[in-house]
Nanobody
Framework: HVQLVESGGGPVQDGGSLRLSCAVSGYTDNSYCMGWFRQAPGKAREWVAS????????WYTDSVKGRFTISRDNAKNTLYLQLNSLKTEDTAMYYC??????????????WGQGTQVTVS
């Protein structure tokens, strides 16, 4: 079984920063996509960013461009999302996922348990 475990969430001030981590284990394929999604109570799940391991390309939803950065550390088998200049509207449960890529949640087959980010 593939396992994804998020960490790094918590309360943060307007304009502050956080770094979210996603530890990946149980899968040996070297070419795949990793993504970050978020979901607020009563809201639909929203795609945030993706990274392609085969070429290193990254993509972001418009609302986070210039503020968030997706990256990975191969030695630690960990995916990151750096969140800067945080706004109250960024408040949500953040999930990492592994799959085929894109901005549609259905293209991702494996999901973590989520980590809460609360901006106030």
């Amino acid at each position: 079984h593939v396992q994804l475990v998020e960490s790094g969430g918590g309360p943060v001030q307007d304009g502050g920063s956080l770094r979210l981590s996603c530890a990946v284990s149980g899968y040996t394929d070297n070419s795949y996509c990793m993504g970050w999604f978020r979901q607020a109570p009563g809201k639909a799940r929203e795609w945030v960013a993706s990274l392609y391991t085969g070429g290193g390309g990254t993509w972001y939803t418009d609302s986070v461009k210039g503020r968030f950065t997706i990256s990975r550390d191969n030695a630690k088998n960990t995916l990151y999302l750096q969140l800067n200049s945080l706004k109250t509207e960024d408040t949500a449960m953040y999930y990492c996922a592994k799959g085929s890529g894109g901005n549609y949640a259905g293209w991702y087959n494996y999901w973590g348990q989520g980590t809460q980010v609360t901006v106030s």
